[in-house]
């Protein structure tokens, strides 16, 4: 019995039940979808085949304080594969070790979301590469002990993919593949119950087609086609693509948009029950065909709704999932300069098992939604739409000595809410007079960014402290998205300069590059950590505890960040005598006082060996 047979001996009972009880026990399907495993693993390079192996000997692999992510734009950091190929070096040299490189798969030029309207899941745009390019970069990236993570884009397809097309043609095959309606009668049952994902630039759920004559659902753009996945040939060849992308040596893939790609009439078709089926058993197809490969969840919601797609310890779904809520609250946070909120965040996060890796993030390609927890706010008296004015004010630059400069993202005055855009640095106040202050609190929040348990990942072009890229403004193509103002190609010239540390990106690179090495060396920063919030009794500051104490190697950490642009004073109850020999890791200095100060924006690791 070789390696396929056993993994799907393994699961195959569950995975019946599974697919019988969601495609209403569909045999002929079934027989198909696991043939077409069979299939997928047949194809699989024997290298990446001997890569499963011994990821499956270390099953935690992606795990360690030594990983560290980037994500990037393949045209914005190099043009294209091969020059991301070509800058490998200087992606090792940020310590990078999981590259998310964006999507880069086929489509419409005009119309594609910023890649998330996929025309060919099995080709690669042709300005970028090809799918060979695309697996050399990925053999290349695992010769140098990196991991490729690809988005999948699963809720829909472009309107030019080729089941849409056949599908304007009025081939009811294709029309099955998604959601048609002779008329408005239904999706008008529908939208009583969907909220709009853009309320400004792509109101509604539905879309009326010229070409079939009917009505088709659009849940995020026109020219995005929902699939149905209650039809299985769906999920089957969906499901295969994921596998393509994976045997092209992908070792992650993100689910993007995962929560709605489950549709019934009467909800708001998110988070559906069947969306965990189906997740769960996408998770058993990549442990059977190629288990050394992670599903990462794009599920960008409260942590009620997050959590569950972490499936259970004996029937997992995604292996990571991002941790949007402490994103939201970090800039929350430094809006208000006050720590209440990121405490009560903080105090769920560290609650949770610590085998749920989370990815940790300050920015990401997308907009920062104001998605915080309100019901607790009110308690300081906190109103929801006026506090997310007050936000998008302060970070546009609009609030009283705000140093941020960033723009909002679709605006929706009669709900009181928009989104917010911007690198970094710029969201720092690094465009503003005063560098000195920006480059400190940028220095901070990505201090308290490593700090965090789970994997930290910076946006390309955050460790130079790339600002703002106004240039969108005059392409036809981007001018009405202001996400592309922090989506600029990578500046080159000020990575050259980033030993510089009389210039900001050198002061920033460096700051960060020091606590990427300490992150890699100091067990305390392992997931395996116990982590807490210490009291500082000053809402300007946030305290943070790790203690590692496996084996004979036990480490203490206390962590604490001074959100506010002025110096802090503050007492900690925690032992911080001569006994237990705490320095600053940062700078080496010894420390044992209980009374601690820290400039504006400043922040301090403590580290004791016990």
């Keep these: 019995m070789n390696d396929f047979e056993q993994r799907l001996t393994q699961y195959y009972d569950e995975l019946k039940w599974l697919y019988y009880e969601l495609y209403g026990g569909d045999k002929k399907a079934f027989d198909y979808f696991c043939s077409m495993l069979r299939k997928c693993w047949d194809e699989r390079d024997e290298t990446l085949k001997e890569l499963d192996q011994a990821r499956e000997k270390v099953p935690d692999w992606y795990a360690g304080n030594d990983i560290l992510g980037m994500m990037m734009y393949t045209e914005c950091f190099a043009k294209n594969l091969q020059g991301v190929k070509n800058n490998l070096d200087y992606i090792q040299e940020c310590g990078v070790s999981y590259l998310h490189l964006m999507p880069l798969l086929d489509t419409p030029k005009g119309r594609s979301d910023g890649g998330y309207a996929v025309s060919d899941f099995r080709k690669v745009r042709p300005d970028l590469g090809t799918v060979e390019d695309l697996a050399e970069l990925s053999a290349k990236c695992h010769s140098l002990g990196i991991s490729l993570c690809l988005d999948f884009v699963m809720n829909h397809t472009s309107e030019e993919h080729e089941w849409a097309r056949r599908a304007k043609s009025g081939e009811k095959e294709f029309q099955d593949r998604y959601f048609f309606f002779d008329n408005w009668e239904i999706p008008k049952q529908f939208e009583k119950n969907l909220p709009e994902v853009f309320p400004t630039t792509a109101p509604g759920n539905f879309t009326f087609n010229k070409e079939s004559g009917k009505v088709v659902m659009t849940t995020f753009y026109p020219y995005q086609w929902d699939l149905n996945y209650r039809n299985p040939v769906v999920f089957n060849d969906m499901t295969e693509n994921m596998l393509f992308l994976c045997n092209l040596g992908i070792d992650i893939i993100r689910l993007d948009a995962v929560p709605y790609i489950w549709k019934t009439l009467g909800t708001n078709c998110r988070n559906l029950p069947q969306v965990h089926t189906l997740v769960r058993i996408m998770r058993m197809a990549a442990e059977i065909v190629c288990p050394g490969t992670l599903l990462l969840g794009e599920v960008v919601m409260e942590p009620s709704k997050v959590v569950p797609y972490f499936g259970t310890v004996e029937k997992p779904e995604c292996n990571m999932l991002y941790n949007v809520t402490t994103m939201a609250s970090t800039w929350h946070t430094v809006a208000t300069q006050d720590t209440r909120l990121m405490k009560h965040q903080l105090e769920s996060v560290f609650s949770l098992p610590k085998e749920y890796v989370f990815l940790n993030y300050l920015r990401c390609h997308d907009d920062i939604g104001w998605g915080l927890d309100y019901d607790f706010l009110k308690n300081f008296g906190i109103d929801e739409v006026a506090h997310k004015k007050f936000l998008n004010d302060y970070f546009k630059g609009d609030f009283r000595n705000s140093p941020s400069r960033g723009e909002t993202y679709n605006d929706a005055p009669e709900l009181g809410d928009a989104r917010m855009c911007g690198t970094t640095a710029s969201l720092c106040g690094l465009e503003s007079s005063d560098k000195n202050k920006a480059v400190k609190l940028d220095i901070m929040l990505h201090a308290f960014l490593f700090t965090q348990s789970g994997i930290p990942v910076l946006y390309s072009g955050d460790e130079i402290g790339q600002l703002n890229d106004y240039s969108y403004h005059d392409d036809p193509e981007k001018s009405e998205d202001s996400r ?52 500082t009794n000053n809402n300007h500051v946030l305290g943070i505890g790790r203690y590692y104490g496996e084996k004979t190697q036990k480490e203490k950490m206390l962590a604490f960040f001074n959100f506010s642009n002025e110096a802090q004073t503050f007492t900690v109850n925690e032992q911080l005598d001569g006994i237990f020999n705490y320095h600053d890791m940062m700078t080496g200095e010894k420390f044992d006082s209980n009374q601690i100060k820290l400039e504006g924006y400043g922040f301090k690791w403590l580290l004791a060996k016990l």
Excluded: C
């Excluded at 990575?495 to 067990?523: C, W, Y």
């Design 484 to 535: 592309y103002i922090h989506r600029g190609s990578f500046n080159w010239e000020n990575a050259a300069g980033r030993e510089d540390m009389t210039t900001p990106e050198g002061k920033i690179f460096n700051a960060v590059h020091k606590m990427i090495t300490l992150r890699d060396i100091q067990s305390v920063f392992s997931n395996s950590a116990d982590t807490w919030l210490i009291e």
